[in-house]
């Protein structure tokens, strides 16, 4: 027959039937045409059905119309399962692992004792403001110009913050501000663990695949090869042709060992992530199907500036650094406290003179009589320096020397120089730590808008590669048929289905890394925004 003529009947069947089964080839779903950079979430699923018919020698060769919800298994015609490796352990979905991340995650555990330090902080700095107290018990004994005495105490004092020109105020609003830093820097930690357990997960999913299309293709390979040793054995099939197809099942089984190595290393990956023992067996689903969803960068933008941790956290570290400057120059304002004590004391001598007597069988509770001070006090700082006044009224119960209590009403002045020079320079580390802190506000922000938009500008670049990669293995699928049409009218090797049935899994891989992708830039997209699931593909 002539080869033309031969072509012409290819094509025409080719063009009847584009693949075995009757079914029309469907390319990969299209964002709408109205928005060129925001995709509809109305949009079919991202994915392709590749799969196979039993009676073909090649089981990845087969192109099925697309349907949307479909698993993973179908999108790239292989079973769920069928990686011939180590036993693995349960099938971990993506929330599994992230909150087995999230419990072993030290990191978080670290943050969670910030918290709990910062409210007890929050609690001293409240305590603050109000009386402080001390309650005090005492029995003594002695000897005075030779005869035995005994006495009893027993009192109450205090001191109250009448005014410190709000630095105990500013104090416990600085505390409050601390502790929404530190709750806030735990959402910052979760967000980049979130992200990391994602990569990793969607990482082994892809190998996952890429395994058990390697291992199908391997198998099909060894027993075109083994066929084709045979043919030369009988003289059917030249020499060159076993030499060929051998070198190509050497290639087969070292993309085989590399995907095994590349499954391995992505599963120590998770276990990482995961923090948990390198020797426990961890497996997640084969399933990387993908629904596109829109992401518009200026409302993706928005979103990150409000709810991203780490712009919260610069901004109450502005707050934090303006009640510390507050809390400075409150320093240099008066300070104004009372003071005081109430209580009830006795003193007597021993009865007999017997100094072994306890002193509490010595007193008489009847006798026990009331004493009490109080005072106020009142500091100044002066230029480094600082100044005192205090005035108090006390009245004390007789002692044995005595036979009167005694009253008074003391006024004492003090001046100390240069006592509070770390004032001044408290006032100016403040203002330091402010300007900083606005100084990296502005560079957060800088960074975040960064990242939106790279992660969105990621995430577009995804779709398309995922659209190329579908269009890549229709095309290649399509070619693959070709050849075993032409092998069966004797005008091609089986050398060249090998090499078509190699190229056809390499394109599957890049299917499976435009999806893995996918995933991992709208994953970070969420990221960037601060919200895990702000943006879902389910």
Request: with cysteine; glycine share 6%; net charge positive.
């Amino acid at each position: 027959m002539d080869p033309k003529i031969k072509y012409i009947l290819i094509a025409a069947i080719l063009v009847v039937t584009p693949n075995a089964a009757g079914e029309e080839l469907h390319p990969i779903n299209k964002p709408a045409a109205s928005d060129s950079r925001e995709i509809s979430p109305k949009d079919k699923r991202l994915s392709i059905n590749i799969s196979s018919k039993a009676q073909e020698k090649f089981s990845l060769g087969t192109v099925r119309p697309v349907k949307t919800a479909v698993s993973y298994e179908k999108d790239i015609g292989l079973i769920r399962g069928s990686v011939k490796s180590k036993a693995h352990g349960p099938i971990y979905t993506l929330k599994e692992c992230i909150d087995i991340a999230v419990q072993n995650h030290l990191p978080l555990q670290t943050a969670k004792k910030s918290v709990r330090l910062a409210e007890m902080r929050l609690f001293e700095a409240r305590r603050n403001l109000l009386p402080s107290a001390t309650v005090e018990y005492q029995e003594y004994r002695g000897r005075i110009t030779g005869n035995a005495y005994t006495g009893r105490k027993q009192y109450i004092e205090g001191q109250q913050p009448i005014f410190h020109g709000g630095e105990l105020v500013y104090t416990a609003k600085q505390s409050e501000t601390n502790l929404e830093i530190t709750k806030t820097d735990y959402a910052r930690i979760r967000n980049e663990l979130v992200l990391q357990v994602k990569k990793a997960y969607y990482t082994l999913g892809k190998a996952k695949g890429n395994l058990m299309m390697q291992q199908e293709l391997s198998k099909e390979v060894a027993r075109i090869v083994d066929m084709v040793t045979r043919q030369s054995e009988a003289g059917v099939t030249s020499r060159i042709e076993v030499l060929n197809t051998t070198s190509q099942s050497g290639q087969v089984r070292y993309q085989l060992a590399s995907a095994e190595g590349d499954l391995a290393v992505a599963e120590l990956i998770l276990k990482q992530a995961m923090n948990v023992d390198h020797k426990e067996q961890v497996d997640v689903k084969d399933e990387l199907g993908f629904n596109k969803v829109a992401v518009g960068y200026e409302k993706a933008l928005q979103m990150a500036l409000v709810n991203r941790p780490e712009m919260k956290i610069n901004s109450l570290m502005i707050d934090y650094y303006n009640y510390g400057n507050r809390v400075a120059r409150a320093k240099l304002w008066p300070k104004v406290d009372l003071l005081g004590s109430w209580g009830l004391a006795r003193e007597e001598f021993a009865p007999g003179d017997n100094p072994a007597a306890q002193p509490s069988a010595d007193i008489d509770p009847a006798k026990i009589k009331p004493q009490w001070y109080a005072g106020l006090k009142v500091g100044m700082p002066f230029w480094g320096s600082s100044g005192e006044y205090s005035l108090t009224k006390e009245r004390w119960v007789p002692v044995v020397s005595t036979t009167h209590g005694t009253s008074a009403t003391t006024v004492s002045y003090k001046f100390k120089i240069l006592d509070k020079l770390d004032t001044l320079s408290e006032q100016k580390l403040s203002e330091i730590d402010f300007d900083k802190a606005r100084q990296e506000l502005t560079k957060v922000k800088q960074d975040i808008t960064l990242e939106v938009r790279e992660s969105c500008f990621n995430y577009q670049k995804a779709l398309i590669q995922s659209e190329t990669a579908a269009n890549k293995v229709l095309y290649q699928t399509s070619d693959l048929e070709l050849v075993k049409t032409k092998r069966g009218l004797e005008e091609a090797q089986d050398s060249n289905i090998i090499e078509g049935m190699i190229k056809l899994a390499q394109e599957k891989f890049g299917y499976l890394q435009a999806l893995a992708d996918c995933h991992i830039a709208l994953a970070s997209i969420n990221k960037a925004i601060g919200i895990e699931d702000y943006y879902k593909d389910e």
